[in-house]
């Protein structure tokens, strides 16, 4: 766009904001998303809305992620993992141990992020509407809603842990004029005036990311995947290097009992750390410039570069722990006992550049596993009124107004309910996978999945329910449900706590294999039609959208061409127009 096509775009945006305040018609105007091709075709004769421009099929001008781009986007977000070994040393294992079960966790969570961002590379949809297509067009509100609830805890939960590299910040920049604020907020609140100003700034920092769909952070992902390398290398060296690579005896074993079940413990425990980026797949992969750009990528960068920013945070809070006799793993902390043992202005210097990088690593964490989702979630649960921009503004409000630090310090069961919370996504990834690569292969109906009346034929299912992905999604978990309360603090049985230490992994198969044996007997509907049809291996992908009326819509530049059929099966062109948002 040239400097007069953005002025006139501008131009538009500030009349359209003023006029929003001048009638009623023009708030609406301003308020409500506008009907996309896709919407005006695919449900005739009704007004529910079932799609905006980010529920459509993103455009070819928008897929602008190549597999170097999510070659920088995991290798950022993975490298933030600088605490996940202190989980396992922390439940017994020694450092060896430690790493391999890093390894096998990571390598078992990107197979299965591998497969679950082929749709949404193919099809060019987020998470919503796949699961539209998995579990019928209202089942998929309880899928998509129970994601969103848990993205704005999370999201509130992220901010809290920047906020504490925010602090380093300021005690790097103002000292003491920072560190003897009067604290003023009771200590039944479990947050300071320092820590609250903090968290403040955090939450501003994240408030400018708000406005951005993943396609143009692009840039953004590629700045935090070069700065935060030299960061993470020259903290583990500066320790390993004042310490002469002290590591100690901390790494010794620890396990007593059942040595099997215990390392699927672990592993289960290291799914957790990305058990969410799991489920949230394809809110990424829908932006792929190619159909494998988004898998292969992520397959060989994840699990190596997590096993390797993990390993480098076991050695060098261990060095540190034992030389200078502390009790830390939070790379904040560690950062503040730096500050604590040489306070000088180079080395605030070097600590102010560190907790920068840290906190630019937790803010794009937070954006893709959290910010990102959720504005995703809420265009569809509210299509006429919320695109992703306004949801990631809504996420910014409502994880402030939860009060993490609340819940951190006062709700140590609530804190393990989320991060169990992994076993209830495992069933859902299970069923959408299982669906797409056994039972429709790989074909979607992209036009169906904004009709949600009875004469959907694809995905209404039993009133707008796919009752065997239910069940099989209960059935998912069953199992590990009973352990799981049991962490708790509820008293179950050991085999319930064995079965529960398998989490993710057991929810997983379990859910798997009961949705493909229940669909080999009781098919769906959709499942039958593909069959019938006798369509090959995703035959239904391309930029020809057939919508639920028979319109044809094809996607050309900037034009959008509407085509009906003759009674003959003849392309009759119905309408050509110029528009600016695609589909």
């Known amino acids: 766009m040239d400097a007069t096509g953005f002025r006139a775009m501008l131009g538009a945006k500030a009349t359209t904001f003023r006029n929003a305040f001048r009638s009623r018609e023009g708030f609406k105007f301003f308020i409500e998303t506008h009907d996309t091709a896709l919407d005006k075709h695919g449900h005739p004769g009704t007004k529910q809305s079932w799609s905006n421009e980010d529920l459509d099929p993103t455009p070819p001008e928008k897929r602008t992620w190549r597999w170097w781009n999510f070659v920088t986007f995991y290798l950022g ?20 141990e430690s790493i391999l079960v890093i390894f096998a966790s990571q390598l078992i969570s990107s197979v299965a992020m591998f497969f679950n961002s082929r749709c949404a590379s193919v099809y060019h949809i987020g998470y919503p509407v796949v699961a539209r297509s ?13 994601r969103a609830a ?18 380093n910040i300021l005690r790097c920049i103002f000292g003491h004029s920072y560190t003897d604020i009067p604290n003023h907020i009771p200590d039944s ?72 079940w215990f390392i699927m413990y672990a592993i289960n425990s290291g799914m957790g750390n990305t058990a969410t980026l799991i489920t949230n797949q394809p809110d990424i992969a829908r932006w792929s410039k190619t159909e494998s750009g988004a898998q ?67 803010l794009g964490t937070n954006i893709a596993a959290n910010m990102i989702p959720f504005g995703s979630d809420s265009s569809m649960l509210f299509p006429r009124y919320i695109t992703i921009p306004r949801g990631q503004y809504i996420v910014e409000f409502l994880a402030f107004a939860i009060c993490p630090w609340k819940i951190l310090s006062s709700a ?25 690569y056994l039972l429709t292969r790989g074909n979607v109906f992209i036009g ?30 069953a199992l590990p449900f009973p352990g799981f309360v049991g962490t708790l603090g509820a008293t179950v049985s050991t085999g319930a706590t064995d079965l529960g230490r398998l ?81």
């Open 189 to 260: 609140v479990g947050i300071t005036t320092q820590g609250m100003l903090a968290f403040f700034l955090f939450w501003l920092v994240h408030f400018p990311f708000c406005a951005f769909r993943p396609y143009q952070l692009r840039g953004f992902f590629w700045f935090k995947s070069i700065i935060v390398l030299p960061a993470v290398w020259g903290l583990f060296i500066f320790c390993m290097a004042n310490t002469k690579g002290n590591v100690g005896s901390v790494y010794a074993s620890k396990i007593t009992g059942s040595k099997g």
């Open 296 to 362: 292969w990528s992520q397959l060989v960068t994840q699990p190596l570069s997590v096993t390797l920013s993990a390993s480098l945070g076991i050695l060098a809070t261990a060095a540190i722990n034992n030389t200078w006799g502390l009790d830390l793993w939070n790379p904040w902390d560690l950062l503040g006992a730096i500050l604590d043992r040489y306070w000088s202005a180079s080395t605030r210097f070097a600590v102010f550049l560190s907790a920068f990088v840290w906190m630019v690593s937790i």
């Open 503 to 583: 989490g993710w992994l057991l929810s997983f198969a379990v859910s798997f294999v009961a949705y493909y044996a229940l669909c080999k007997v009781w098919p769906t509907k959709n499942q039958k039609l593909i069959k019938e049809m006798g369509l090959r291996w995703e035959e239904q992908k391309g930029d020809t959208v057939v919508a639920a009326d028979g319109t044809r819509i094809v996607e050309e530049g900037k034009i959008i061409r509407v085509l009906g059929e003759t009674s003959d099966g003849t392309e009759m062109g119905q309408e050509a127009y110029v528009v600016d948002k695609k589909y």
């Open 412 to 436: 140590s069961v609530f804190t393990t309910f989320l991060s169990g919370y992994g076993l209830f996504m495992a069933s859902v990834v299970a069923i959408m996978i299982c669906d797409y």
């Open 77 to 96: 977000l993975s490298f933030g993992n600088w605490t996940l070994g202190s989980t396992m040393v922390g439940i017994g294992l020694n450092w060896w």
């Open 150 to 167: 848990l993205a704005i805890i999370w999201y509130g939960v992220q901010l809290y842990s920047g906020a504490s590299f925010m602090a």
């Open 134 to 146: 998995v579990f019928g067009m209202w089942g998929s509100y309880y899928f998509v809603g129970a």
């Open 448 to 477: 169906y999945l904004y009709d949600g009346t009875r004469s959907n034929k694809h995905y209404y299912y039993h009133r707008g329910w796919n009752i065997q992905g239910v069940i099989a999604y209960l059935c998912g978990i």
